[in-house]
């Protein structure tokens, strides 16, 4: 599932994120989602959000595991 639709994230779901020093690469980083920032729906370049490792924040680019909480 790719990283564009709000409605499909949820804290604490592992996910693969690209951070902005990371956009020209394409590095992913990957952690559980600790906080939605994007306030839209949707987003062309992926949903931005917070990781609890290192409170790193960058754009979803896939959903790897749905939050069991």
Do not use: F
């Not at 994230?9 to 592992?14: K, M, N, P, V, Y």
């Not at 902005?20 to 600790?34: A, E, I, N, P």
């Amino acid at each position: 599932m790719n990283g564009q639709r709000r409605a499909d994230i949820r804290i604490g779901a592992l996910v693969d994120i690209v951070l902005k020093r990371d956009q020209r690469t394409g590095r992913l980083t990957r952690g559980h989602v600790k906080r939605i920032l994007t306030g839209s729906a949707t987003h062309p370049h992926g949903i931005k959000v917070m990781l609890r490792e290192g409170d790193q924040v960058g754009r979803v680019q896939a959903i790897l595991e749905e939050s069991d909480e």
